[in-house]
């Protein structure tokens, strides 16, 4: 399969590599037609024409471009796709998302694997902007306005289009994969408790290790580790599933010397209660492993 991405859909993408995105649909498209669309070929003249356009039936935030397009056009390259849409704009019903020309065969080809993947990324944009919109005006004990970020709880395969997503509904990325950063949780800890560093060694020993450019970040999930941990010095703080008195008590002890991050049981309901606690960054695994599908729909015409 062939076929280039346009301008606008190569702009929206907002980070994620074309390579990545492209990998991603071949797979999908392969899954979906391993030996072909028995029946597009059994039913449809090969020399049938077809429009369509991409359609929301509800409101919300759109996502995935980029996926959608190259959905047809790596199917057939002279599909011609124009997306009307940006990522991270909003949708009404009846909102006209992209129209679609090319042969018949290839728009029905096309079609379940670029909605699945469009649907799936606005559903993910759509939730992170109500997790943004939550907590807007929130500031941290910091001065630093309250980020909403994701984190790796993601669907297999689909991690850099999910997190473009996430961008595209206002949040920010969290590190991509184990490569990115230096992550220090509480079963790394024990490890290295039991090679007989306490907190505070252990950290000051994971640091020694690291590049001087890498980011370290330590899980806490009682406020009496604290003191040992910021003398470790690291530059993000985690606390996890903290209640909010403690929340703030521990934003107010780390007293900008790290980033606080607050994480666990974090929803809709509690987000903002947990952004007035002083934090600096409230990430939720919900935005990708919960997040419900937009409702897209392709309305198909044959040409005459």
């Known amino acids: ?129 109500r997790y943004v919109d939550a907590v807007a005006g929130a500031v941290s004990a910091s001065g630093r306005p309250v980020r909403i970020a994701d984190t790796r709880k993601t669907t297999p395969g689909l991690r850099v289009l999910e997190k473009a997503a996430v961008r595209a509904g206002g949040g920010h990325n969290h590190r991509h994969s184990l490569s990115d950063a230096v992550m220090l949780k509480d079963n790394h800890l024990a490890v290295l408790r039991r090679e007989g560093l306490d907190l505070t060694e252990a950290i000051r020993a994971v640091r020694a290790r690291i590049p001087h450019t890498m980011h370290l970040e330590v899980e806490v999930d009682r406020l009496d580790q604290l003191p040992a941990v910021i003398a470790g010095e690291p530059d993000t703080i985690m606390l996890d599933n903290f209640g909010l008195d403690d929340l703030r008590a521990g934003a107010a002890l780390i007293a900008g010397r790290a980033i ?45």
């Open 1 to 129: 399969m062939s076929g280039e991405p346009s301008a606008s859909a190569a702009r929206d993408l907002t980070g994620a590599t074309l390579a990545a995105v492209t990998a991603i649909v071949d797979r999908a498209l392969d899954e979906d037609a391993p030996w072909g669309d028995a029946t597009s070929e059994a039913a449809i003249p090969a020399d049938a024409r077809a429009t369509a356009r991409v359609v929301s039936r509800v409101a919300g935030v759109f996502a995935g471009g980029l996926a959608l397009e190259l959905a047809f056009t790596r199917v057939d390259p002279a599909t011609r796709v124009t997306l009307l849409v940006a990522d991270g704009e909003p949708l009404t019903p009846g909102t006209v998302i992209a129209e679609i020309s090319g042969t018949a065969r290839a728009v029905l080809r096309g079609e379940r694997v670029a909605l699945n993947l469009a649907q799936r990324l606005s559903g993910i944009a759509t939730l992170t902007r």
């Open 260 to 304: 606080v991050e607050a994480s666990g049981g974090v929803t809709l309901e509690t987000v903002r209660a947990i952004a007035e606690t002083g934090v600096d960054v409230i990430s939720v695994g919900a935005l990708t492993h919960s997040a419900a599908a937009l409702d897209l729909g392709l309305d198909v015409s044959v040409d005459e």
